[in-house]
């Protein structure tokens, strides 16, 4: 493996490249091709409505998860911090960035240490699957869980960024049964997840027979990290190859049908593209127990906690309403809900 650029240097540039780029999918989420069929008379009250539940065990106040970003690198603590104070003040669950660089290194540590802060909201850590076939075992998913206090471990799968980076690691082949072996020993529970791409049926069938916990569909619509790192390209050529795969992936909404189809009793986070409270009520009603966005937080997270408080509470009062409108009085009633209907491609 080469490594022309150290694994922090690279977290600092992503994040300034999704802040300022365009580097959304050529594609969409699928979730536009759905809509709620209203309720003239919902008969229940707004106050009514709740939005709470549990996700792997650990409660919530609203089914939001705070998407992996960050971490591992000067400047990159203020945004952590940020995201988790607004997790805690509102109770949604949050996932840090990749810990490899703090594994790499104890100085990046301290951009991932959010637990002072946000005691008691679910917390999840974060790896690369990819690292286990170069020499991660169990005991390094183990410590960062124990670095910041987390309730399970995303093992994140990012195939195709890997391949377009010119430092990527590109050694798959036998990693499932490493992945295997982290479910089985880690003493917490293990997600998978992709970065934008979505995850197949057959991933899904796989990931299960492997022990995972849970799996977050990461479909395509959002970010591409292929975009991404088309930006960070040395060369013409990188930048070409990256450029190809813009349009790359499952949409997130087929992602998440597939998932659910093929492992039904397998809990599934929706993520990739979603934007607002109608996304996060659809991708609900399609059978996700939590529904993840990134973009819309790093963005707020720059400027305050704040802001962020301020996205989640515009996100929770248009889930709310959606779920009034269409007569769900909570969640297990908006996952059981008739009233998504398919408007057709």
Same mark, same amino acid.
């Given at each position: 493996m080469t490594d022309r650029q150290p694994t922090a240097a690279r977290k600092v540039d992503h994040v300034r490249i999704n802040l300022e780029q365009a580097v959304d999918s050529g594609i969409t989420t699928g979730l536009e091709r759905f809509r709620f069929v209203p309720l003239a008379l919902p008969e229940i009250d707004l106050g009514a409505v709740a939005t709470d539940g549990a996700f792997l065990g650990l409660r919530f106040r609203a089914p939001v998860l705070i998407s992996s970003m960050t971490g591992g690198a000067a400047g990159l603590e203020r945004i952590n911090v940020h995201l988790a104070e607004a997790a805690e003040a509102r109770g949604v669950a949050m996932g840090v960035g990749s810990q490899r660089a703090a594994l790499e290194s104890d100085?990046?540590?301290?951009?991932?240490?959010?637990?002072?802060?946000?005691?008691?909201?679910?917390?999840?850590?974060?790896?690369?699957?990819?690292?286990?076939?170069?020499g991660y075992t169990v005991d390094h998913c183990r410590r960062a869980v124990d670095m910041i206090g987390a309730d399970a471990l995303i093992l994140h799968l990012n195939a195709l960024q890997e391949a377009v980076q010119p430092e990527g690691d590109t050694r798959w082949a036998g990693l499932l049964g490493r992945i295997e072996a982290v479910a089985r020993d880690l003493g917490v529970p293990v997600i998978a997840k992709e970065v934008g791409w979505g995850l197949s049926?057959?991933? +899904?069938?796989?990931?299960?027979?492997?022990?995972?916990?849970?799996?977050?569909?990461?479909?395509?619509?959002? $970010?591409?990290?292929?975009?991404?790192?088309?930006?960070?390209?040395?060369?013409?050529?990188?930048?070409?190859?990256?450029?190809?795969?813009?349009?790359?992936? !499952?949409?997130?909404?087929?992602?998440?049908r597939a998932v659910r189809a093929s492992a039904p009793e397998l809990p599934v986070i929706a993520s990739g593209g979603l934007r607002d409270g109608l996304d996060v009520a659809k991708a609900i009603a399609l059978g996700a127990s939590l529904a993840g966005l990134a973009g819309p937080f790093l963005k707020a997270a720059a400027v305050s906690?704040?802001?962020? !408080?301020?996205? !989640?509470?515009?996100?929770?009062? $248009?889930?709310?309403?959606?779920?009034?409108? !269409?007569? +769900?009085?909570?969640?297990?009633?908006?996952?059981?809900?008739?009233?998504?209907?398919?408007?057709g491609p």
């Open positions: 100085a990046a540590t301290a951009s991932f240490r959010v637990r002072s802060v946000a005691p008691s909201i679910p917390l999840l850590a974060n790896l690369g699957a990819v690292q286990l076939n170069y049926a057959d991933d +899904a069938r796989r990931l299960r027979d492997a022990g995972v916990a849970a799996v977050d569909v990461a479909g395509a619509g959002g $970010t591409s990290w292929s975009e991404v790192e088309k930006h960070r390209a040395a060369t013409e050529l990188q930048r070409r190859v990256a450029g190809a795969f813009v349009g790359w992936g !499952i949409p997130t909404a087929d992602s998440l906690p704040e802001a962020v !408080i301020e996205e !989640i509470d515009i996100l929770v009062r $248009t889930l709310r309403i959606a779920m009034f409108a !269409i007569g +769900a009085s909570d969640l297990a009633a908006l996952r059981g809900t008739s009233r998504l209907v398919e408007a």
